[in-house]
């Protein structure tokens, strides 16, 4: 019994200096995938996600709320540089997006200016619809980090979409257009915060100024006019 | 803080008013002489824009309608609606133009001179017409040129291939920022001039079983003015439903029979979509429907009611109707559900695509073939050039009349 005692001492203290250790060098800027940080030359992060936007009643007429779900991923480049990769997919809706950025840190605060290039497609041949969609769409941004604590930090972000090719089909009716359409601002702010270990949780509201929604695009909207379209995320980085 | 943000951002894009511009006292029309309905038809038709491209595009389309003289372009779904006649030494028009699909809008005014078609005119004469206007853009006052010249007199109406335009709602949606609200009298006088033979209305039934016009399943703050009462519109009644509820504009919620009944002798509508949203109404639609189809023969109107079938619940209660046989049936299912119907109209949803074979077997039939709802510019046009349907349900009548009046001219 004294034995037993003894060794449940030990591993409890050589324990707790392991998880001291551990707490003492978790830095959420190392950690971080959403802020604008400068990345070391081949440094990778991903994270998964999902989010749900209010698509506007007068587009659906119906109360509708959709489902994203997000795969994001980065890579460290020389000289300032991260290139990102960013899957949303409804099913129905799907969007690729490649982008570059670069990124500057000033002590708790950073500052990053990108471009992303995205694919959009959509398919959808059942409850009376035979439509498809593709498009491109060009998201110039910025975005601004700020750290408030070792565990948690703060990301705001900007993006300006530009759409400049749709093909869309209805049957056997199909139709393009090549037209540089900005469809309207989308100003982001998201929170990463120490979950446990090493794992972050990120909670962001996205909060789009907009003509065009590309999950909703089945509604086949043409109300040339601003609508609010917010959207809550959650993602993990594991 | 979230969600006030959210909430309050939110607000700012449920408004539904548009200022339409007005020349309020320096209005011109109330001293001109109304023009004879000959020499009306005589301005009806396509002309081409001469000056003004950047507002109207390269052609447009007028249309009288009773007192209001119609222009009917197609960048975003422009359009005019103005009033005026003979003013002495010119013919004289003034209104406002507006794009369906956005909220821009503006002052117009246009004149014909007697030496450039106007004497003519008053004379009921056939003769070149050249207009001459300016418009301005929101409440500023007309200063950018216009100039119009007719290319071709529109066809007669036994000349036109028969083909629907039919407005959503009545007319159109109460989101699409016209003056009145959707699902009322207004509305489908006001679709008149958008260029609309037809209209589709939405009916639900209240608590004491009043056939209602409405479109949503409840009472909510997007088609009705903040009021006492909120939520479905089957736990209200009739007098409830009259009392408590103004919708958005200040109209009253009509009834199928009152709207029934302004259409018969108000309008020239030819053609009436009733869309039931409850299945229960068939009870007291149905009988409504006869009443009505039997006043405009009697009456020498070109007026057809036609029953709705949007889901299979609505066509088994039309079915089981002992009278379903004397009223016409527009069945939105598929092909073999018309044949079971029997109904005289196949109204498919728009995204199936044209659809050809199916539309050539409901012509073999003897059938009719309308599609729904029908905005998207783009394919309006494709539809309109390559599709063989007798009519088109849209909240844009005044484009699809556009279309359809060029592609008549050819």
């Given at each position: 019994?004294?034995?037993?005692?003894?060794?449940?001492?030990?591993?409890?203290?050589?324990?707790?200096?392991?998880?001291?250790?551990?707490?003492?060098?978790?830095?959420?800027?190392e950690?971080?995938?959403?802020?604008?940080?400068?990345?070391?030359?081949?440094?990778m992060?991903?994270?998964?996600?999902?989010?749900?936007?209010?698509?506007?009643?007068?587009?659906?007429?119906?109360?509708?709320?959709?489902?994203?779900?997000?795969?994001?991923?980065?890579?460290?480049?020389?000289?300032?540089?991260?290139?990102?990769?960013?899957?949303?997919t409804?099913?129905?809706s799907?969007?690729?997006?490649?982008?570059?950025?670069?990124?500057?840190?000033?002590?708790?605060?950073?500052?990053?200016?990108?471009?992303?290039?995205?694919?959009?497609?959509?398919?959808?041949?059942?409850?009376?619809?035979?439509?498809?969609?593709?498009?491109?769409?060009?998201?110039?941004?910025?975005?601004?980090?700020?750290?408030?604590?070792?565990?948690?930090?703060?990301?705001l972000?900007?993006?300006?979409?530009?759409i400049t090719?749709?093909?869309?089909?209805a049957?056997?009716?199909?139709?393009?257009?090549?037209?540089?359409?900005?469809?309207?601002?989308?100003?982001?702010?998201?929170?990463?915060?120490?979950?446990?270990?090493?794992?972050i949780?990120?909670?962001?509201?996205?909060?789009?100024?907009?003509?065009?929604?590309?999950?909703?695009?089945?509604?086949?909207?043409?109300?040339?006019?601003?609508?609010?379209?917010?959207?809550?995320?959650?993602?993990?980085?594991? | 803080m979230?969600?006030?943000?959210?909430?309050?951002?939110?607000?700012?894009?449920?408004?539904?008013?548009?200022?339409?511009?007005?020349?309020?006292?320096?209005t011109l029309?109330?001293?001109?002489?109304?023009?004879?309905?000959?020499?009306?038809?005589?301005?009806?038709?396509?002309y081409r824009?001469?000056?003004g491209?950047?507002?109207?595009?390269?052609?447009?389309?007028?249309?009288?309608?009773?007192e209001m003289?119609?222009m009917?372009?197609?960048?975003?779904?422009?359009?005019?609606?103005?009033?005026?006649?003979?003013?002495?030494?010119?013919?004289?028009?003034?209104?406002y133009?507006?794009?369906?699909?956005?909220?821009?809008?503006?002052?117009?005014?246009?004149?014909?001179?007697r030496?450039?078609?106007?004497?003519?005119?008053?004379?009921?004469?056939?003769?070149?017409?050249?207009?001459?206007?300016?418009?301005g853009?929101?409440?500023?006052?007309?200063?950018?040129?216009?100039?119009?010249?007719?290319?071709?007199?529109?066809?007669?109406?036994?000349?036109l291939?028969?083909?629907?335009?039919?407005?959503?709602?009545?007319?159109?949606?109460?989101?699409?920022?016209?003056?009145?609200?959707?699902n009322?009298?207004?509305?489908?006088?006001?679709?008149?001039?958008?260029?609309?033979?037809?209209?589709?209305?939405?009916?639900?039934?209240?608590?004491?079983?009043?056939?209602?016009?409405?479109?949503?399943?409840?009472?909510?703050?997007?088609?009705?003015?903040?009021?006492?009462?909120?939520?479905?519109?089957?736990?209200?009644?009739?007098?409830?439903?009259?009392?408590?509820?103004?919708?958005?504009?200040?109209?009253?919620?009509?009834?199928?029979?009152?709207?029934?009944e302004?259409?018969?002798?108000?309008?020239?509508?030819?053609?009436?979509?009733?869309d039931?949203?409850?299945?229960?109404?068939?009870e007291?639609?149905?009988?409504?429907?006869?009443?009505?189809?039997?006043?405009?023969?009697?009456?020498?109107r070109?007026?057809?009611?036609?029953?709705?079938?949007?889901?299979?619940?609505?066509?088994?209660?039309?079915?089981?109707?002992?009278?379903?046989?004397?009223?016409?049936?527009?069945?939105?299912?598929?092909?073999?559900?018309?044949?079971?119907?029997?109904?005289?109209?196949?109204?498919?949803?728009w995204?199936?695509g044209?659809?050809?074979?199916?539309?050539?077997?409901?012509h073999s039939?003897?059938?009719?073939?309308?599609?729904w709802?029908?905005?998207?510019?783009?394919?309006?046009?494709e539809?309109?050039?390559?599709?063989e349907?007798?009519?088109?349900?849209?909240?844009?009548?005044?484009?699809?009349?556009?279309?359809?009046?060029?592609?008549?001219?050819?």
């Amino acid at each position: 019994m004294k034995k037993l005692l003894t060794t449940l001492l030990v591993v409890l203290f050589a324990f707790s200096l392991v998880a001291e250790e551990k707490k003492k060098e978790f830095d959420i800027v190392e950690r971080s995938i959403m802020m604008p940080k400068e990345y070391r030359f081949k440094e990778m992060n991903w994270m998964f996600g999902f989010g749900f936007a209010k698509v506007p009643f007068d587009w659906v007429e119906m109360a509708l709320q959709a489902p994203l779900f997000y795969l994001h991923g980065n890579l460290g480049l020389p000289y300032g540089f991260v290139a990102n990769l960013d899957v949303q997919t409804l099913f129905v809706s799907n969007q690729f997006r490649l982008g570059l950025k670069w990124n500057k840190q000033f002590g708790r605060f950073s500052a990053g200016v990108g471009y992303d290039q995205a694919f959009m497609f959509g398919r959808m041949n059942f409850l009376g619809f035979a439509n498809r969609v593709t498009g491109w769409t060009a998201y110039p941004n910025v975005s601004a980090g700020f750290v408030l604590s070792k565990n948690i930090a703060f990301t705001l972000n900007a993006e300006f979409p530009v759409i400049t090719h749709m093909r869309r089909t209805a049957g056997e009716i199909e139709t393009s257009t090549d037209r540089n359409a900005f469809v309207g601002p989308t100003v982001s702010l998201f929170m990463e915060q120490r979950l446990y270990k090493n794992h972050i949780l990120i909670l962001g509201v996205k909060n789009s100024f907009t003509k065009y929604f590309f999950p909703a695009w089945m509604a086949f909207s043409t109300f040339n006019r601003y609508y609010y379209v917010p959207e809550l995320f959650c993602g993990f980085k594991l | 803080m979230i969600t006030v943000l959210v909430t309050a951002c939110s607000k700012l894009y449920d408004n539904y008013y548009l200022n339409l511009p007005s020349h309020g006292d320096q209005t011109l029309v109330e001293e001109t002489r109304p023009l004879t309905e000959r020499s009306k038809v005589l301005m009806d038709g396509i002309y081409r824009v001469e000056k003004g491209n950047d507002l109207l595009g390269d052609t447009v389309v007028l249309k009288w309608h009773k007192e209001m003289l119609s222009m009917y372009g197609k960048p975003q779904g422009v359009y005019a609606l103005m009033k005026g006649g003979d003013l002495d030494s010119v013919l004289f028009f003034q209104g406002y133009w507006r794009r369906a699909l956005s909220d821009e809008t503006g002052l117009i005014d246009f004149y014909i001179r007697r030496s450039e078609g106007g004497a003519e005119l008053i004379h009921e004469i056939a003769t070149p017409i050249t207009m001459k206007g300016l418009y301005g853009n929101d409440l500023s006052n007309p200063s950018d040129r216009i100039v119009l010249s007719l290319i071709k007199r529109l066809p007669t109406q036994k000349e036109l291939q028969r083909f629907g335009v039919i407005a959503h709602r009545g007319g159109g949606r109460t989101s699409d920022k016209l003056p009145v609200s959707e699902n009322t009298p207004k509305m489908i006088e006001f679709a008149e001039y958008l260029g609309a033979k037809g209209v589709e209305i939405d009916t639900r039934l209240s608590k004491d079983d009043s056939v209602m016009c409405y479109h949503d399943s409840d009472i909510n703050i997007r088609l009705t003015q903040k009021g006492p009462i909120m939520g479905p519109v089957e736990q209200y009644t009739f007098n409830q439903l009259r009392t408590l509820v103004r919708l958005y504009h200040g109209e009253q919620m009509p009834t199928l029979r009152e709207m029934l009944e302004f259409m018969l002798h108000k309008t020239s509508m030819t053609f009436v979509w009733l869309d039931n949203k409850d299945a229960k109404s068939m009870e007291k639609t149905i009988p409504m429907v006869m009443e009505f189809n039997k006043a405009a023969k009697e009456m020498g109107r070109d007026m057809v009611v036609v029953i709705g079938m949007p889901n299979a619940e609505i066509m088994e209660a039309y079915l089981n109707h002992p009278d379903h046989k004397r009223v016409p049936a527009l069945c939105e299912l598929t092909v073999s559900d018309v044949e079971k119907v029997n109904a005289a109209i196949w109204g498919p949803r728009w995204t199936m695509g044209i659809q050809s074979q199916e539309v050539k077997t409901i012509h073999s039939q003897g059938r009719f073939a309308v599609l729904w709802t029908l905005d998207d510019p783009v394919f309006m046009h494709e539809f309109v050039e390559q599709g063989e349907f007798d009519g088109m349900l849209t909240n844009y009548p005044t484009l699809l009349s556009y279309y359809y009046y060029v592609k008549m001219c050819r």
